[in-house]
């Protein structure tokens, strides 16, 4: 069964600092890999996808994420930190061929940035 | 910019009534999606509902919980008898195929006391 694990709940850094923020999954197939991020009150947006074209992914918000299957990780960042990242952030997998479609959620990164 | 929208955004229920989370999703989306978040843990997968019936539903998705798309724009949840472990934000969500970015409503904070 896949799963996804993400290391650290909550993550702080200064403003203009690296963003890291670690990813694991378990998969017993090529996955597809997302990264979500919740903002305050409201839903969850996309920031980027890995879909088994570049291994390196460029998503909104300057955010960058990079599929390395040899230590089954998917982990994103940021070369510099804005207040405005601060926000929950979620990494997700589905199953290419997954009839349902369904996502399997991390359990979430708090990020909180400093000023 | 299309959206998923959830009503009511807050929902507060007793314990044993029945409730109704409503969705719409994005027009051209075919797949929706279910999920719940209880407070202080992960984003849980209920279920998939694709051309009129359900896809795939995890152990979650017992007797208690129905979906159902009554016409050509709404997707509703159901839960027949809430419990108190039922409190939680759910989320619903939509695809234009299958495997593809599912995009997320802002969810429905169900409270049962």
């Known amino acids: 069964a896949q799963s996804v694990t993400q290391l650290g709940s909550h993550v702080s850094v200064s403003e203009g600092a690296l963003v890291l923020l670690r990813c694991n999954y378990s998969s017993s197939v090529p996955p597809y890999l997302f990264w979500y991020v919740q903002y305050p009150n409201q839903g969850l947006q996309l920031l980027l996808k890995y879909t088994s074209a570049a291994t390196l992914v460029k998503g909104i918000n300057g955010f960058e994420a990079e599929f390395k299957k040899s230590e089954t990780s998917f982990h994103l960042t940021k070369p510099s930190a804005h207040m405005s990242d601060a926000a929950e952030y979620f990494c997700?997998?589905?199953?290419?061929?997954?009839?349902?479609?369904?996502?399997?959620f991390g359990q979430g990164t708090e990020l909180s940035v400093k000023p | 910019e299309p959206e998923v929208t959830q009503t009511p955004s807050h929902q507060v229920t007793q314990m044993g009534q029945e409730v109704i989370l409503r969705c719409v999703p994005i027009?051209?989306?075919?797949?929706f999606y279910w999920y719940r978040q209880i407070l202080g843990q992960k984003v849980e997968f209920l279920v998939s509902f694709y051309n009129n019936e359900i896809s795939e539903k995890s152990e979650i998705f017992d007797d208690q919980f129905s979906v159902e798309r009554p016409d050509g724009s709404n997707f509703t949840l159901k839960i027949r008898s809430t419990k108190l472990e039922d409190s939680a934000m759910y989320f619903c969500?939509?695809?234009?195929?299958?495997?593809?970015?599912?995009?997320f409503g802002q969810g429905t904070r169900l409270t049962v006391v």
């Open positions: 027009s051209n989306h075919l797949y």
């Open positions: 997700a997998v589905t199953l290419r061929g997954n009839q349902g479609g369904k996502l399997i």
């Open positions: 969500a939509s695809s234009v195929a299958l495997n593809t970015e599912a995009f």
